[in-house]
């Protein structure tokens, strides 16, 4: 039996979030074509979808995709589109105020994501009860009825999937 034969280049690439590290390869032409028909479509669930779909194809390590952040998955494909076709994006700016458009180029090698300091992730919401929070998953936003829903409504989604666990006392739910 002959040792299989590594079709695609692999990169590695560190998952934000979970400071876990992942090995992908490029996107192929199956996987711009996705792109492609979801961009036609004009809905943005299915572009995320199709973003998820890419990420998903070209990791090549176990992960659970719809359970990352949205912020994840936007970095990865990123590091996805960098390795793929190339590192230098060109893009363009309408200011508002001068009427002018600026473009300029983005290294995306430079991307990196920064999380605020001092945030804390538990919060007392009563006597000795507590929530911990975690970042709402990707699957959130590719359901289309959720870019329907009013502001309230699209408020205590965001937080209903933002909640991890609830305390109370020794007691955990």
Same mark, same amino acid.
């Given at each position: ?15 934000? #979030? ?16 996705i792109l492609l028909m979801a961009k036609q479509s004009n809905e943005k669930s299915d572009q995320i979808n199709s973003i998820k779909q890419v990420c998903n194809n070209c990791i090549q390590d176990k992960v659970d995709i719809d359970q990352l952040p949205l912020f994840d998955i936007e970095y990865l494909f990123t590091k ?22 600026? #473009? ?23 006597? #000795? ?9 990707? #699957? ?34």
């Amino acid at each position: 039996m002959a040792l299989p034969k590594i079709q695609h280049p692999l990169f590695d690439c560190e998952i934000p #979030s979970l400071k876990k590290k992942v090995k992908f390869r490029p996107m192929l032409v199956k996987e711009e074509k996705i792109l492609l028909m979801a961009k036609q479509s004009n809905e943005k669930s299915d572009q995320i979808n199709s973003i998820k779909q890419v990420c998903n194809n070209c990791i090549q390590d176990k992960v659970d995709i719809d359970q990352l952040p949205l912020f994840d998955i936007e970095y990865l494909f990123t590091k996805i589109r960098a390795a793929s076709i190339s590192n230098k994006v060109k893009v363009s700016y309408k200011d508002n105020e001068d009427e002018k458009v600026y #473009s300029f180029d983005i290294d995306l090698d430079k991307v990196e994501v920064k999380f605020p300091e001092g945030v804390e992730s538990k919060l007392e919401v009563g006597d #000795s009860i507590y929530l911990t929070l975690k970042y709402p998953p990707v #699957s959130l936003y590719t359901n289309s009825e959720f870019f329907n829903l009013d502001d309230t409504k699209i408020f205590e989604t965001v937080v209903q999937a933002s909640m991890d666990k609830i305390y109370e006392g020794d007691k955990l739910y």
